[in-house]
């Protein structure tokens, strides 16, 4: 078994695994894993800078990984960074704070390599699955962007979009900056404009219809999927290979565009850095059902945190 680190640096949220991998079996074995919102992409949109205080957010949840890493004595430690530090013009000291406070220097990966870990992290488990057919669709719905990623064994093809629950709520349902509660049709109809434009991007490089599996990853698919479960506390080992219907995402849907942020911050299962975004990720995820032609998604816990871990294997 290796003992390996691995950390995902998003637009949004900030994750960390340790876990023991035998790269003969194929088991992966948890030891820690743990998540901060820290919206490193606060701002990037309009500014195309990192925020000081996004990256004060950032290196603080970079301190407490530090000594997690340590404690628990991982071998080799990896830390990808995605959408937002692709975009920032700053980035250099992003780079910098990471590499002074973990010893490594973040990787700003490529939407085609952040694709392919995802696929990974993903599917890992559902090969020779009974119940699910080949080829997967896997879609990764982020803060900045969102991965497809068509595959079965391997990947086939894999398109990086700029467009998140983050970046569609900062662009269309952010005024003055309080955010739209609950917005007006007009914003609603805006965003599902901006996603409508990034699936035909999607398209020229993925084949989107021929998925036989929706694979659905990140906060705002587990989100939505805890609650359909009716949870009433976050629970992984639930949500894990869960499955939502169409019928299910919609409704969900609307009532988190139509509800008050004290209405969705009373859902038990809702993270505190997610009430404002969680709308907009719900309807991107409904959005790609209804482009698919979906009628179940099937929601993994695992993703491209995972992924990045078996790269180290």
């Not at 990037?44 to 925020?51: E, H, K, Q, S």
């Not at 920032?88 to 700003?108: Q, S």
């Not at 079965?152 to 952010?174: F, K, Q």
Request: with cysteine; aromatic share 4%.
């Amino acid at each position: 078994m290796k003992r390996v680190a691995a950390i995902d640096c998003g637009t949004n949220s900030i994750r960390l695994l340790v876990a023991d991998l035998d790269p003969e079996t194929g088991e992966l074995k948890d030891l820690d894993r743990r998540m901060e919102i820290v919206r490193l992409g606060q701002g990037v949109d309009r500014t195309g800078r990192l925020a000081p205080e996004a990256l004060e957010r950032t290196f603080a949840a970079c301190r407490k990984y530090a000594a997690v890493i340590k404690d628990l004595g991982a071998e080799r430690l990896r830390f990808v960074a995605t959408s937002a530090s692709r975009d920032a013009e700053n980035r250099d000291e992003f780079v910098r704070g990471v590499m002074d406070i973990l010893g490594v220097e973040p990787e700003v990966i490529s939407g085609d390599q952040e694709a392919e870990f995802s696929f990974v992290g993903a599917t890992k488990e559902l090969t020779g699955h009974p119940h699910i057919e080949l080829p997967y669709l896997v879609v990764d719905i982020g803060g900045g962007s969102t991965e497809f990623v068509l595959g079965d064994r391997a990947v086939r093809a894999a398109r990086s979009v700029d467009v998140g629950c983050v970046r569609m709520t900062e662009r269309h349902l952010v005024n003055d900056g309080v955010v739209s509660d609950p917005p007006a049709p007009e914003r609603i109809a805006a965003i599902k404009a901006d996603i409508a434009a990034a699936l035909d991007r999607a398209e020229e490089t993925v084949p989107l219809t021929e998925a036989a599996t929706l694979v659905g990853l990140a906060g705002s698919v587990t989100t939505v999927a805890a609650v359909a479960l009716g949870l009433d506390q976050y629970e992984s080992a639930a949500i894990h290979h869960s499955r939502m219907s169409r019928a299910t995402v919609a409704e969900i849907t609307e009532r988190l565009l139509t509800s008050t942020h004290a209405e969705r911050a009373a859902i038990p299962v809702m993270h505190p850095g997610r009430v404002d975004v969680i709308a907009a990720g719900a309807l991107v995820l409904l959005s790609i059902m209804d482009r698919v032609g979906a009628d179940e998604v099937v929601v993994s816990e695992h993703d491209i945190l995972d992924g990045i871990a078996w790269s180290l294997a």
